[in-house]
């Protein structure tokens, strides 16, 4: 374990650390609300847990929150779940994203990229006005505080303005990536009920064009709530009968207006991967994200007005929600939207290379992709703005440091980061003023008490345990959609250890204060940096008549690789031949994306359950993982034991 390697592979310079926004944070925090002057970030983040109002109150402060009405206090109740965050204060998303306009309005806010790679800018003074114009057309159509607004769109500027126009007008957002099938988005969207659906005519990924006017027609007939429809002609294409113009929505040069909401007011609606059912709907608020992300980007990402922010991402994945609130830190957000290696595997380099990006952030599995295939990013781009680059979705394995170490600079800042969709934000990652180890992230982030447990609720350093967190985030959840009772939200995090946030995720935390992740405790699927439900597959791969059953599992591999086998029992009389395989294959692609495809189809005997008729997930991916049978399950809860013999042999014969 990399805890016995102590020396580190970068340390930020004196310079740096003194130019950090964190470090005049603490000095400032020390002065006003009591926090430590003296031991640096450990210093911080231990009274940032211990006193837990005091630290957000300073957040707060320190960004200059705008509150319409004040708080009575910061916590009103510090239950999980059921926190109360900033009682009686009512304040505003998107008026906090575009308050640079003010001071900066002919700089770029957006910087839009598609295959071409070629930026367009979007002042913050256009973003403005397209925002004011949207949001006054929304109130025009009958759009309410409340109200859900939908986006079937890629990662282009039109879904920022109408993330930012449906918040101005307290309504709550939502949206899936066009590579999604009409059954994902239904899925998700069904639950919702959405008024409003912006969408797109189709999407260009990979040098080609992807029409999606039939799934746009399908998503309007299932979706019966919606009061209008709203097209956006990315190929060019003519609205469909009864569908608004994009353009006729967005002309008008009008101020935006910003409906102050309280502060748990719904911001949007994320999903869970569908791992057992259903994805679930989760809601977050509009005060919670903007303080959580406040002090994420601007402190630990140490973005400011100078900055240039890129992720690769999609509007289907939480990044794509944390990258556009970079807006709140007055930061340059690079919009990217197209496959993350076309023309070739350099791609996002010369992305970052063509804006000026100062923070990259990509997927692990882009950075190892990138190692294998021999890219040279320091060769080949220019690559000196860039002073930090961040990897999320997976584990950053040890080889992916040093090769970004060795590759793009000696004095690069390495921040392998770690949250998840359900509080939209990290609970260990990045710190500018801490030094970088590798296979290591560098800390816990302020305001969470990270933990690891042993299955007693015991907290352990040095040993794996279970990703905890003790006490409330302002991002957590305000609830699930459609869970009246709130019961779906508590087994999902709080059913282990009571009043305590289990997260599903094996880490360590190391005696010197650094975060390793092992994976999921769970079985998530997680690829490409995309968490993705079983339950998906599963639904696409059940409906051939040749398959009986299936069972999907992602492993991942220790050299930072990922497999994704899927297992099918067959009907009687029928046989896994190329043409069964390719029909597998293409439903799965057609129905949900290409990335739903696995890595291989193996015939099995048999599906194991456990007694309640449940798929066992868990317990066969850790037989893949070379975990011993009799470790692997407990034996009295498993229909059949010996069709679990199969994977144990197979992981051995892998091995």
Not at 419 to 425: F, K, M, W, Y
Not at 509 to 520: C, E, K, N, Q
């Amino acid at each position: 374990m990399s805890t016995a390697n102590p020396q580190p592979l970068w340390r930020p310079d004196p310079q740096r650390i003194a130019q950090a926004q964190i470090t005049k944070f603490q000095t400032w925090a020390a002065e006003h609300h009591g926090a430590p002057a003296l031991g640096g970030y450990p210093a911080l983040h231990r009274w940032s847990v211990d006193e837990l109002e005091a630290f957000w109150k300073a957040v707060t402060e320190w960004f200059d929150v705008r509150f319409t009405s004040p708080y009575a206090r910061v916590l009103g109740d510090r239950s999980m779940p059921g926190a109360e965050w900033f009682p009686g204060a009512t304040l505003n998303y998107a008026e906090h994203a575009l308050r640079a306009a003010a001071t900066r309005a002919d700089e770029p806010a957006l910087l839009h990229v598609d295959e071409t790679h070629e930026p367009c800018p979007v002042t913050w003074s256009e973003l403005r006005r397209q925002v004011g114009s949207l949001a006054a057309e929304l109130r025009a159509l009958g759009v309410r505080p409340g109200d859900r607004i939908s986006g079937y769109l890629p990662n282009i500027p039109e879904a920022v303005v109408a993330l930012l126009a449906t918040a101005a007008v307290g309504a709550v957002w939502t949206s899936c990536a066009p590579d999604f099938g009409a059954r994902s988005v239904l899925d998700r969207f069904q639950q919702v009920e959405p008024v409003v659906l912006f969408t797109v005519d189709g999407y260009r990924y990979g040098g080609k064009e992807h029409d999606r006017s039939d799934v746009v027609a399908e998503l309007r007939r299932e979706l019966p709530t919606l009061r209008a429809v709203v097209h956006i002609p990315l190929l060019g294409t003519e609205a469909p009968e009864g569908a608004l113009e994009w353009s006729g929505l967005t002309s008008a040069d009008v101020a935006p207006v910003f409906e102050p909401v309280p502060f748990d007011h719904p911001l949007w609606v994320l999903y869970s991967s569908g791992t057992t059912g259903l994805p679930k709907a989760i809601v977050q608020s509009q005060g919670g994200i903007l303080v959580e992300h406040l002090k994420q980007l601007g402190l630990h990402c140490d973005l400011g007005p100078g900055d240039r922010f890129f992720w690769y991402t999609s509007t289907g994945w939480m990044m794509w929600n944390f990258l556009v609130s970079g807006l709140l830190t007055g930061t340059t957000i690079i919009l990217y939207d197209g496959s993350p290696g076309y023309p070739d595997t350099g791609a996002q380099w010369r992305i970052a290379e063509r804006t000026g990006a100062t923070l990259f952030g990509t997927s692990a599995a882009y950075v190892m992709a990138c190692r294998k295939a021999g890219v040279h990013p320091s060769r080949d781009f220019d690559l000196s703005t860039v002073q930090c680059v961040a990897t999320t979705g997976s584990p950053l394995p040890p080889d992916g440091f040093r090769w970004l170490h060795d590759e793009v600079r000696e004095d690069l800042w390495i921040a392998s980061v770690s949250g998840g969709t359900d509080v939209c934000s990290c609970f260990a990652g990045a710190v500018p003023t801490l030094p970088v180890h590798i296979g290591e992230l560098q800390a816990p982030c302020l305001g969470t008490d990270l933990q690891s447990w042993d299955p007693n609720g015991t907290p352990l350093i040095d040993e794996l345990g279970e990703l905890v967190v003790t006490n409330p985030m302002p991002s957590m959840p305000i609830h699930f959609w459609n869970d009246p009772d709130g019961s779906r939200y508590h087994d999902s995090y709080f059913a282990m250890y009571p009043g305590v946030w289990r997260h599903g995720d094996w880490i360590t935390l190391t005696s010197r204060g650094s975060v390793i992740i092992h994976g999921r405790s769970d079985s998530t699927l997680n690829r490409q940096g995309v968490r993705m439900g079983s339950a998906d597959i599963y639904e696409a791969v059940e409906r051939l008549p040749e398959i009986k059953e299936s069972l999907v599992i992602g492993v991942e591999q220790p050299d930072g690789g990922y497999w994704m086998p899927l297992f099918v029992q067959l009907t009687p009389g029928a046989a896994l031949d190329d043409a069964l395989l390719g029909r597998i294959k293409g439903t799965i692609r057609e129905q949900l994306s290409p990335r739903h495809v696995p890595d291989e189809v193996i015939e099995v005997p048999g599906i194991p359950h456990t007694l309640t008729g449940k798929r066992i997930e868990v317990p066969v991916k850790r037989l893949l993982q070379g975990t011993p049978l009799d470790k692997a399950v407990n034996p009295g809860s498993v229909d059949d034991l010996d069709l679990l013999r199969f994977y144990e042999e197979l992981a051995r014969k892998r091995a």
